[in-house]
């Protein structure tokens, strides 16, 4: 296993500006979450997709965010009109359902900046 | 909804002592328990996990949890704390939601070691 890898690392954006991160899962997990998290917090949850399905959005995710899975691989999460509040590190973990164990694996993140 | 408490904001401990940080859940069934554990600017490493059976758990670089159902707890301990065990660690507890097994986090303890 590679891992779960995201891109970019670092994000500065404006105000306003729309940002597009890529998180490429583990290859054999159907599985794929997005959280975020904030200074001093624990991860909340934003996403899941199953296989290309989305099947389950937090409250958290405004008509901003959008993320995609459309090959059931990698994943996009796209933030539109960034507010300086959409500041934080973003997560990527996938799991695999054929193995029951329940375990995300997690990637090192994107941390986005909004100035 | 599930739920869970870190106590301990942040931890001080000697290298060479022991440690354990603290972990409440509120889950109305058999909840499945995580620990996980961030360096600065990283991911998250599971560390360990519990889903059924023996409440003590080992895990990985020394660390075990015990599940304490009566009293909603996953405390998490050490023997012997090394320098390098420096970091954030979250508490998580996931549920299974069909298929869904997204986590909820604590707000995390931060471990400091003093020489």
């Known amino acids: 296993d590679t891992g779960v890898s995201q891109d970019p690392r670092h994000k500065i954006t404006k105000r306003g500006q729309n940002v597009t991160f890529r998180c490429d899962p583990i290859?054999?997990?159907?599985?794929l979450y997005w959280y975020r998290q904030t200074l001093g917090q624990g991860p909340e949850f934003l996403t899941y997709?199953?296989?290309?399905?989305?099947?389950?959005k937090s409250r958290l995710l405004s008509d901003r965010f959008s993320a995609e899975r459309p090959k059931g691989s990698f994943s996009t999460l796209e933030i539109q009109r960034t507010e300086q509040g959409d500041s934080a590190m973003y997560l990527c973990?996938?799991?695999?359902?054929?193995?029951?164990?329940?375990?995300?694996?997690f990637g090192p993140g994107t941390r986005l900046t909004v100035t | 909804a599930q739920s869970v408490t870190q106590p301990d904001i942040h931890i001080t401990v000697s290298e060479g002592a022991s440690l354990e940080l603290r972990c409440n859940y509120s889950?109305?069934?058999?909840?499945?328990l995580f620990w996980y554990v961030q360096s600065p600017g990283q991911g998250l490493q599971l560390l360990l996990k519990?889903?059924?059976?023996?409440?003590l758990v080992q895990g990985i670089k020394g660390f075990e949890a015990e599940f304490k159902r009566s009293q909603s707890s996953f405390n998490l301990r050490k023997p012997s704390v090394h320098w390098s065990d420096a970091a954030e660690y979250f508490c998580?507890?996931?549920?299974?939601?069909?298929?869904?097994?997204?986590?909820?986090f604590g707000t995390g303890t931060r471990l400091t070691i003093i020489p």
């Open positions: 973990a996938s799991s695999s359902s054929v193995r029951i164990s329940y375990e995300q694996y």
């Open positions: 290859s054999e997990h159907n599985r």
């Open positions: 997709f199953q296989n290309e399905a989305q099947l389950e």
């Open positions: 889950y109305g069934a058999t909840p499945y």
């Open positions: 519990y889903f059924s059976g023996d409440t």
């Open positions: 998580a507890v996931g549920a299974e939601n069909f298929g869904n097994e997204k986590l909820t």
